[in-house]
């Protein structure tokens, strides 16, 4: 329902109740959407209200001091507010349009509103604008976490693109020196470009055709929010006082995760779930005195029947189990100078085939492990690179050609074409570290992920003697390095969600045939499924939701597929079905109780 009340010369004088599509009456009125009509936003008994003048009754002038005002109000029990914002742009759009001749897309509803100073009339309103209203194409928006744990989302708008400009570049300054300890005017102007780049978030990747919106709902499917965890039985295995801590996901239907010293084998079943194939307890390498130990990190080999392992407490070798006996049979030793932190395939499929080769890191060197080789140490000294320096190399992925992406914990990231070579490719550091980081299968875009935030990158060259090349391939020119894009958790989530930002390594969706639709990661109890298509259309924000009952460790996709995600939870290992992410277009998916939220009283709504 909304209620209309009449306000003469300030004093409300009668009330009309009216339905949203009422029948013809005779007191009927039409009102042309005009600038004159100066629309308000009020509200009356806890609901909001549309207010504007009658011109009929105005004066001459057409003041603005003007009284003379009708007043919609409207029902909140059967007009949410995201109704009534979605009414309030529909009359902005029209009065501008009215008045300029023109179309309005490309003004957003904030730019409207400060154009038309759209301002409460009359008490506070009690049921504010959802959260997409008060996101501004020029705002900064960050979060606070008060002494007493509390999030808080707090954002400032800027009326002038001047401004907004100065702003973000001072504040970018800011960051990166703090960061990374660095003065800003050492660092090269094209490097200056990447970091500010980074921070703004209105650029369209350049692949971005319009054909891509044949897969853009491919993340929106209609769903109920069904706890799948109900209907998944936790599979008893491992110890109680022990964690899972790691996900291997393999071609064949096959998931392995680590939970301490145990290696626990799980299957598809044919109506989407998984199912406990197997346990491997107490792993220890192939040595008699052999000491069991729990594996940092693994890699599935050799078309899924071999697991690879780190083992924390010698990371100069690595372990070779063979899955079907489920012991460990190899301890591969690679040099007593190197200790590895990270491997991958030598390229992205390489676990479908018989390929025993693989890659590695250490904090200063890349090399290739090779079990094959007659010499007691399996490292291929003629294919590596090391460096002189301490690079704090972190993380490592491969494309299908075998070309490198090498991240590190100083937030840099090297691309090469090959092994041993130096790289083709530096991308500056924003100031965070790199804690995981994938490609696409024909290596053309990157993605890494830091504590807070993903960092996407377009790999082909735009500008210069080597356009359409790859990063990979050839050199970026000097002046002109990509043009990176963060995608975040918008602030307003982040406080409803009540945990700090901690990302999983994110991942594309991958298969032989697979084409990427989406990027998976997680953070606390939440999978989060960015729609790859729309981000690099520049709408970082698609993204869908999954809550849990506990941490997620770890997510990936199911192999050839973008519709089932393997879930690891400390205490659980589930498929959760793709249909059950949900929208993040409300707060249902990310609110903490009501019982468990704290009061925002005592933030005030001050614009800048």
Known sequence: MISTRERVG????????????????????????????????????????FIWRDLDEADSSWSS????????????????????????????????EQKHGKGSEKLSFDQLRVMYKIESHGPAQQEPLPDAVEVAIRSFTWNHTTSRGQIEAWSIVFPYP????????????????????????????????????????????????????????????????????????????????????????????????????????????????LELGGTVKGVKGPAKNARVFNPSKMMLHEQDRSLVLMNPDNLHSLYRMDLETGKVVDEWKLNDNVAINAMTPVEKLAQLTGEQTLLGTSHNAIFR???????????????????????????????????????????????????????????????????????????????????????????????????????????????AKPKPKKLQLRPEHVAFMGAKIDFSPAKFNTGLDAKETAIITSNGPFVIAWNFSKVKKGILDSYDVKRYTGNVVEDNFSFGNDKDIIVTLQDDVLMLPKRQLTKVGGRKSLNQPATERKSHSNIVNAPF
């Open 162 to 273: 001047e401004s907004y400009t100065r702003f973000v570049n001072a504040m970018g300054q800011c960051i990166y020196e703090v960061q990374n300890a660095m003065d800003w005017s050492k660092i090269k102007d094209v490097e200056q470009e990447y970091v500010l780049t980074a921070m703004t978030e209105d650029v369209e990747m350049s692949d971005a055709q319009s054909d891509e919106a044949e897969v853009e709902d491919v993340l929106a499917e209609d769903s109920e929010d069904v706890d799948d965890e109900s209907d998944q039985e936790a599979p008893d295995w491992g110890t109680k006082n022990e964690r899972n801590s790691g996900l291997a996901v393999g071609h064949n239907g096959i998931s392995v995760v680590l939970r301490g010293s145990n290696v626990g084998i799980f299957r598809e079943t044919t109506d989407g779930k």
């Open 369 to 479: 492990v090779d079990p094959r080789v007659s010499e007691q140490n399996k490292l291929v000294e003629s294919d590596m690179k090391q460096y002189v320096t301490k690079n704090k190399f972190s993380s490592l992925v491969t494309t299908e050609r075998g070309h490198i992406a090498v991240g590190s914990e100083k937030g840099d990231i090297r691309l090469f074409d090959a092994l041993g070579k130096n790289a083709k490719t530096m991308l500056p550091a924003l100031g965070d570290a790199i804690r995981g980081i994938d490609v696409t299968k024909d290596g053309r875009w990157l993605i890494a992920t830091c504590k807070t935030y993903l960092l996407l990158v377009d790999t082909q060259i735009g500008t210069g003697k080597n356009t359409g090349s790859s990063g990979f391939t050839k050199s970026f020119p000097a002046d």
């Open 65 to 96: 001091s003007d009284e003379n005002l009708y007043e919609f109000v409207v029902d909140s029990r059967r007009t949410d507010a995201q109704t009534f914002a979605t009414f309030l742009e529909a009359v902005l759009r029209a009065i501008y």
């Open 10 to 49: 300030g004093c409300e004088s009668f009330t009309i109740h009216r339905s949203l599509i009422p029948p013809p009456t005779e007191e009927e009125r039409e009102f042309t959407l005009r600038e004159e009509l100066k629309p308000r936003i009020g509200s009356f008994e806890g609901n909001n209200t």
